[in-house]
């Protein structure tokens, strides 16, 4: 039951470092994706001397070509061309010389090929939404490119990133976001390392102390075996000493018996001597 619990925990934990990461990934994604839009908005749209990969960027500020190709706020994106290879249908961008918009750029149809009164070429540009042919004729210097496409409303987003809220929202949210992400994921690693050198350090106490009483328990019946070799050694000097006094002791009791040889040796000598005397005597 206890396996089987552990390893569900290990799964929903992997689940969701899973989905952390993923999440985190995103964020970074975004903030670099979002950072990376602010720099070509600040370096390349709308600016005639600027492109990107051989294209450049304008924001559409009107509805002039919305019944037909794109709307306000739309991003269109124009490459520069030879302006004597565009052709009546085309869509190029132009530096306006209409008194209304005069220097700014404006992306119209053109409707037919001209010159100007200078006999420069040139062309009749119009906007398809209201079908009026524009007051100047485009001629080639002032032909920024020929359309090749747009991303809708795009604009209007590049127009938010240039703003304060809009690098607050899309770059400084995100990255703030990423930042405390890497600060709480360094503090969860950190009480983990904490966590695992505290487990690491009791364990190594647990193993000292599990070692001093082992050296404890040796020390112990170590000096019970002193105590005892002790005894045993004092055992056998006593043993020797009993054993020193057993043979003093034997031969003193071993001497009394021969007084009696002695006692009858004199009686001996006692019957010689008075036999003699009888002899003496008798003489």
């Known amino acids: 039951m206890d396996e089987v619990k552990t390893q569900t925990e290990s799964k929903r934990e992997k689940v969701l470092n899973l989905v952390k990461n993923i999440v985190t990934w995103v964020v970074v ?4 994706f979002m950072m990376i839009f602010t720099v070509i908005s600040a370096t390349t749209l ?21 019944a037909t190709d794109f709307a306000a706020g739309d991003l269109v994106f124009v490459k520069e061309v030879d302006p004597a ?15 209304e918009n005069f220097g700014e750029t404006v992306t119209h149809k053109i409707r037919r090929l001209t010159t100007d009164a200078d006999g420069n070429a040139g062309f009749v540009t119009y906007g398809t939404t209201t079908d009026t042919d524009d007051e100047k004729i485009v001629t080639y210097p002032f032909v920024v490119g020929k359309y090749q496409f747009h991303i809708p409303k795009l604009g209007y987003f590049f127009d938010f990133l240039r703003t304060t809220p809009g690098y607050i929202v899309c770059i400084l949210i ?26 690491a350090l009791e364990e190594e106490k647990a193993k000292i ?13 170590l000096m019970a075996m002193k105590a005892q070799m002790e005894a045993q050694s004092a055992q056998n000097v006593q043993n020797v000493q009993n054993a020193q006094n057993a043979q003093t002791e034997t031969p003193s009791e071993s001497a009394i018996p021969p007084q009696p040889e002695q006692e009858t040796a004199t009686e001996t000598e006692a019957e010689t001597a008075s036999g003699e005397g009888q002899v003496s005597d008798s003489q």
Do not use: H
């Open 29 to 32: 994604a975004v903030a670099v």
């Open 46 to 66: 709308n600016r005639n001397d600027r492109s990107l990969f051989g294209l450049k960027m304008y924001k559409v500020l009107s509805d002039s070509m919305k």
């Open 85 to 99: 290879t565009l052709k009546e249908g085309d869509i190029v961008s132009y530096i306006s010389q209409n008194t």
């Open 174 to 199: 995100p990255f703030l976001l990423l930042i405390l992400s890497q600060g709480l994921t360094s503090v969860r690693l950190f009480r983990q390392y904490k966590s695992e050198q505290n487990a």
């Open 209 to 221: 102390a599990a070692e001093k009483e082992e050296t404890q328990k040796m020390m112990a019946e």
